[in-house]
């Protein structure tokens, strides 16, 4: 929804649904978890999230309600 309403960018938002979907294995796949597995996923996709939480933080600066 956030790439869908332009928030983020739309190759931001795609990243950002596959961690979403390893959240979901981290989450109801634990008795079995691969640990490299997870330990690559955070190697790999820390700097998605860092410019996730950038781009975020942008919108709402340049969005902000002044009263």
Not at 8 to 21: E, S, T, Y
Not at 32 to 46: E, I
Not at 49 to 63: G, H
Request: proline share 1%.
């Amino acid at each position: 929804m956030l790439g869908k309403n332009g928030i983020i960018p739309d190759d931001l938002a795609g990243r950002m649904a596959k961690l979403a979907g390893f959240r979901n294995v981290l989450v109801h796949e634990y008795s079995g978890l691969d640990t490299q597995r997870v330990f690559k996923v955070l190697q790999d996709d820390a700097a998605t999230l860092e410019v996730f939480r950038k781009a975020v933080t942008e919108f709402l600066v340049e969005n902000r309600k002044t009263e």
